[in-house]
C-alpha cells in the first residue's frame, strides 16, 4: 500500500489546448471527406484537462505550463482561473500560439485526434529549474507526455528530490525508451491499453494481456503500474499482485478526455487522503461519467456526481 503523506495539494505539467470538434457518422478513412453539422471549440490538453479535474474533485492545483500571445491562450486561461486552478505559474511566450487538437467524434462516441503543441512545446527544462519552488514534500507532481521530454524528465528527477508522489499518464507514449533512472521515480504510471502496448511491446487486447503488461512495467522499474481498459475496467499492480476495478456501464457519447478525468481524479482523491483502491474505484466513476457529455473540460464530472456514483457500487 502506499506509504506517503499527501497534503492536498497537486502541481500538474502537460499541455493546454484548444480542442475543434466535429461529431460525424464515421470517422474518415483516406481521401474521404465527411460533411458534418456541426463544430465546436472546448478548452482542452491532456495537462489542462488534469489541473481541471483534480481542482473541481476538491485538490489545490497549480498548473506549470506555457501559452502564447494568441486569444485562444487568453481563453485558456480564463477556463482554468473559473473552474479553481492556479494559473500564475503559466508561463507566456507572446510570439507562440496555443497548442490545438482537431478531434473528430463518431456517433458510437470514438474519437481520432490530429495535434499540434504549438507553446506547450517550448516548455524548457530550465523553466521547470526557475519554479523550482512548486516542488515540495506532501505534494502530488502529475505529468501528462505532450510536452518536451526532457522538461519531463528534469520535472520528474527534481520532483525525487524534493520528496514528492508523482503520477505520469504516459500519453502519447514516447517513441523512444525511457532514460534507465526515470521508471523508478515514478509512483504510479497508467497508460491505456494503446499506450501500455507501446511501453512493453506486450499488444494489449483484452484483460489476460493487460495483466501481462501491468507485471512488464513492474518489471521495467515502475512502482505502481495502472492499466485502463476503457468498457474493460482496470488492472492495477499492487503489493505483488493483481487488483481489477470492473467497469462502470454508461451510455457513452464521447471519450475525449475520459483517460484525463480519471487520472486528475485519481490524483485528488489520493492527495485527500483515500486509499489507492477506493481511489481507484472513485477515478474509475469519474472517468465513465465523462464520457456521458460531449468535450475535454466541459465533460468533467462535479465532486457530488462522482461520489453518488461511487457510494451505488461499494
Not at 470538434?21 to 460533411?35: A, C, D, F, R, S
Not at 521530454?149 to 505520469?168: N, Q, S
Not at 474505484?281 to 466541459?298: P, R
Request: proline fraction near 5%; glycine fraction near 8%; charge should be negative.
Amino acid at each position: 500500500m502506499l506509504d506517503f503523506r499527501f497534503n492536498g495539494e497537486i502541481l500538474c505539467m502537460g499541455s493546454i489546448n484548444m480542442d475543434l470538434v466535429m461529431v460525424m457518422e464515421h470517422l474518415p478513412v483516406p481521401g474521404e471527406t465527411i460533411v458534418t453539422d456541426n463544430f465546436s471549440t472546448y478548452p482542452g490538453g491532456k495537462g489542462g484537462n488534469q489541473a481541471v479535474t483534480a481542482a473541481v474533485q476538491g485538490s489545490k492545483v497549480t498548473m506549470l505550463s506555457k501559452l502564447g500571445g494568441d486569444s485562444f491562450s487568453e481563453q485558456l486561461i480564463e477556463a482554468m482561473r473559473a473552474r479553481g486552478v492556479d494559473t500564475s505559474r503559466i508561463l507566456r511566450d507572446r510570439e507562440k500560439t496555443a497548442g490545438i487538437a482537431i478531434i473528430r467524434v463518431d456517433r458510437k462516441g470514438q474519437n481520432s485526434i490530429s495535434f499540434t503543441p504549438g507553446s506547450n512545446a517550448f516548455l524548457t527544462p530550465e523553466d521547470v529549474l526557475e519554479n523550482s519552488d512548486l516542488f515540495a514534500p506532501g505534494k502530488i507532481l502529475l505529468l501528462t507526455m505532450e510536452i518536451s521530454l526532457e522538461t519531463i524528465y528534469a520535472a520528474l528527477r527534481l520532483a525525487a528530490k524534493r520528496g514528492m508522489f508523482v503520477i505520469v499518464d504516459p500519453a502519447p507514449a514516447p517513441s523512444t525508451p525511457f532514460p534507465a533512472d526515470i521508471p523508478q521515480l515514478i509512483d504510479i504510471v497508467k497508460p491505456n491499453e494503446s499506450e501500455a502496448s507501446a511501453l512493453t511491446g506486450i499488444e494489449v487486447r483484452d484483460e489476460k494481456s493487460a495483466e501481462e503488461a501491468a507485471k512488464q512495467l513492474k518489471e521495467m522499474g515502475f512502482k505502481l503500474p495502472v492499466v485502463t481498459l476503457g468498457e474493460a475496467g482496470v488492472i492495477a499492480w499492487v503489493d505483488g499482485s493483481l487488483l481489477k476495478i470492473p467497469p462502470v456501464k454508461v451510455e457513452c457519447v464521447d471519450t475525449t478526455a475520459a483517460g484525463d478525468v480519471f487520472s486528475g481524479t485519481l490524483a485528488s482523491a489520493l492527495s485527500l487522503g483515500r486509499g489507492l483502491e477506493e481511489a481507484l474505484e472513485i477515478a474509475n466513476c469519474a472517468g465513465a461519467l465523462s464520457t456521458t457529455v460531449a468535450g475535454a473540460q466541459t465533460s468533467i464530472p462535479d465532486r457530488e456526481e462522482v461520489e453518488r456514483l461511487f457510494e451505488k457500487r461499494v
